[in-house]
């Protein structure tokens, strides 16, 4: 059975090629820190919304899409961390808009920003995402309805929304986005730490750890 | 690991044999860049992937217990068309089909080029050589097992 040795013999090596890339890559991108080194000044701008105090000894930096699913389910589990620990915690909003459209909806909420709104916009927006984003298609008329629902002027939110300053910042946002490796929302970093693989548990264990710092 | 190749049975069978090494090859390697390195997938590249794949896991069914054809005619019905998608997403990214026709939405477009080795080597090319391989090695064990 000459055959049958020749292909178990050719199978065991093809997956053994495949489990030694495999660990191979693992162990590269662990290596990693997501762009952090080469480009540590695109992880925080001057326009960048924070949530906190200020002196806040540790960050966390999300690069959120407003129209990312996970964003939205992982949003509250953030404001809870935040609010068990308002002394020492910190967020700094950035976005990735990768959803096609959806700097549109980011460009509202900046522009909700303006009014000192930023934030219930934000999550209004959040909350009712399945509203405005049918089949993972951002559409800005339906958000701007949402947002016409929490107390806004909407006749300046419109022309602020279309300044091409919000544009510029949008698109800086993005450009970090890039250099620091942000391939998917919501990417966290953590006083400048990525995490070591998603998840919410890697999330709240890096924070813990750098709370504990010091 | 002598396989008669005099024989034309058996000349049929190791070809059936090397068709199957490239689709097992072609698939984990799609896998790794896909999964593993996390490059974006474009509708084009799924579109191969769905005749690529099954091949991985029928063709042995042709080697084993003895060599069938009619596992052989299978592959090429998988083949022929997947040669025919990566020559299409070839003509795509190298600009030769029009941006008009290009099947792709999602963020993803299929005109992207997220890979090239040695200046001239992309994912597309590399699926070209693999279905074009495994057309002609089916090709081949086809007629060499015709009795």
């Given at each position: 059975m000459k055959q049958k040795t020749l292909f178990v013999v050719a199978l065991a090596l093809l997956l053994l090629g495949f489990a030694l890339a495999v660990l191979f890559q693992t162990a590269e991108r662990e290596g990693q820190d997501g762009g952090m080194t080469a480009h540590p000044e695109a992880l925080v701008r001057m326009h960048a919304p924070v949530l906190g105090r200020p002196d806040a000894k540790v960050t966390i930096v999300e690069f959120i899409d407003p129209a990312c699913g996970t964003c939205a389910a992982l949003y509250p589990a953030v404001k809870e961390m935040l609010a068990q620990h308002p002394e020492n915690l910190r967020l700094v909003?950035?976005?990735?808009?990768?959803?096609?459209?959806?700097?549109?909806?980011?460009?509202?909420?900046?522009?909700?920003?303006?009014?000192?709104?930023?934030?219930?916009?934000?999550?209004?927006?959040?909350?009712?995402?399945e509203r405005w984003t049918p089949n993972h298609r951002p559409d800005v008329e339906q958000a701007r309805r949402v947002l016409?629902?929490?107390?806004?002027?909407?006749?300046?939110?419109?022309?602020?929304?279309?300044?091409?300053?919000?544009?510029?910042?949008?698109?800086?946002?993005?450009?970090?986005?890039?250099?620091?490796?942000?391939?998917?929302?919501?990417?966290?970093?953590?006083?400048?730490?990525?995490?070591?693989?998603?998840?919410?548990?890697?999330?709240?264990?890096?924070?813990?750890?750098?709370?504990?710092?010091? | 690991?002598?396989?008669?190749?005099?024989?034309?049975?058996?000349?049929?069978?190791?070809?059936?044999?090397?068709?199957?090494?490239?689709?097992?090859?072609?698939?984990?390697s799609a896998l790794f860049l896909g999964e593993i390195v996390g490059l974006p997938i474009c509708s084009m590249c799924w579109y191969q992937r769905i005749v690529m794949f099954p091949l991985a896991i029928i063709l042995p069914f042709g080697l084993f217990p003895d060599l069938d054809r009619r596992l052989i005619r299978c592959g090429l019905a998988l083949a022929v068309p997947g040669l025919l998608l990566a020559l299409y997403h070839h003509g795509i990214v190298s600009g030769i089909v029009p941006e008009s026709v290009q099947p792709c939405r999602q963020g993803i477009p299929c005109s992207e080029t997220v890979i090239r080795w040695f200046g001239f080597v992309t994912i597309p090319l590399l699926s070209i050589a693999a279905f074009t391989t495994l057309v002609a090695l089916l090709g081949a064990a086809l007629h060499r097992s015709r009795s």
């Open positions: 909003l950035r976005y990735a808009p990768y959803h096609p459209g959806v700097d549109q909806v980011i460009a509202l909420v900046e522009a909700a920003r303006r009014q000192d709104r930023l934030w219930p916009a934000l999550e209004a927006l959040l909350a009712t995402q016409a629902g929490i107390d806004l002027d909407m006749a300046r939110l419109a022309t602020d929304a279309a300044d091409p300053a919000i544009a510029a910042l949008i698109a800086q946002d993005a450009a970090d986005a890039r250099l620091l490796g942000v391939e998917k929302t919501p990417e966290f970093f953590v006083n400048g730490r990525p995490l070591p693989s998603f998840g919410l548990k890697q999330l709240e264990t890096l924070v813990e750890d750098e709370l504990a710092r010091r | 690991m002598n396989v008669r190749t005099d024989n034309p049975l058996s000349a049929a069978w190791l070809l059936l044999f090397l068709a199957w090494l490239v689709a097992a090859t072609a698939t984990l």
